[in-house]
T-cell receptor, first 116, second 112 residues
Framework: EAGVAQSPRYKIIEKRQSVAFWCNPI?????LYWYQQILGQGPKLLIQ????????DSQLPKDRFSAERLKGVDSTLKIQPAKLEDSAVYLC??????????????FGAGTRLSVL | GNSVTQMEGPVTLSEEAFLTINCTYT??????LFWYVQYPGEGLQLLLK???ADDKGSNKGFEATYRKETTSFHLEKGSVQVSDSAVYFC???????????WGAGTKLIIKP
């Protein structure tokens, strides 16, 4: 079974530029998550999708960040314009909509963003 | 609210030493608890989990027991290897929406 695919692995941009990240979840996984992981910290949830609908985007800085999941499969996360403090690893995860102990999040390798 | 607290790192041990990484939580209800591991340059991988009190999760020689009375889920391994060097994250899952609440992570360094 293929895992969660993310691209690119690394991105370096200057502040005020825009950038986009792509994620393809595990086949059949209805729920998709985007996290921001700043060095030395745990992941911070940015947005959670179920199929192509948004479940929670309360921590997404909507003035500069946007995300979409057209057709309920792959997803893109965009930052426009980028700030220095956006330097982080952006992680995508997906999970089946199973109840109880079987709801497990599986993570991609992440995209490391450096804003100069 | 819900929160997870982990011991600060880095934790540096010699090969074959006994490992404990402390994790305590605050939560309403009865969350599920997880340990994830992040090897250098890789994404997060589920290491083990426990879904109810007194459950013991185990994998690759690591163990953790869900202790409701002490609100803890400490990670242990009897004999660590150099290949265990990584960052370990403790997390709890909110049953309402399956979101994970994460600790800050503990970096483990094993010296040969």
């Amino acid at each position: 079974e293929a895992g969660v695919a993310q691209s690119p692995r690394y991105k370096i941009i200057e502040k005020r530029q825009s950038v986009a990240f792509w994620c393809n979840p595990i086949s059949g996984h209805a729920t998709l998550y985007w996290y921001q992981q700043i060095l030395g910290q745990g992941p911070k949830l940015l947005i959670q999708f179920q199929n192509n609908g948004v479940v929670d985007d309360s921590q997404l800085p909507k003035d500069r960040f946007s995300a979409e999941r057209l057709k309920g499969v792959d997803s893109t996360l965009k930052i426009q314009p980028a700030k220095l403090e956006d330097s982080a690893v952006y992680l995508c995860a997906s999970s089946l909509d199973e109840g109880g102990g079987r709801n497990i999040q599986y993570f991609g390798a992440g995209t490391r963003l450096s804003v100069l | 609210g819900n929160s997870v607290t982990q011991m600060e790192g880095p934790v540096t041990l010699s090969e074959e030493a006994f490992l404990t990484i402390n994790c305590t939580y605050t939560a309403t209800g009865y969350p599920s608890l997880f340990w994830y591991v992040q090897y250098p340059g890789e994404g997060l991988q589920l290491l083990l989990k426990a879904t109810k009190a007194d459950d013991k999760g185990s994998n690759k020689g690591f163990e953790a027991t869900y202790r409701k009375e002490t609100t803890s889920f400490h990670l242990e391994k009897g004999s660590v290897q150099v290949s265990d060097s990584a960052v370990y994250f403790c997390a709890l899952r909110k049953d309402s929406n399956y979101q994970l609440i994460w600790g800050a992570g503990t970096k483990l360094i094993i010296k040969p």
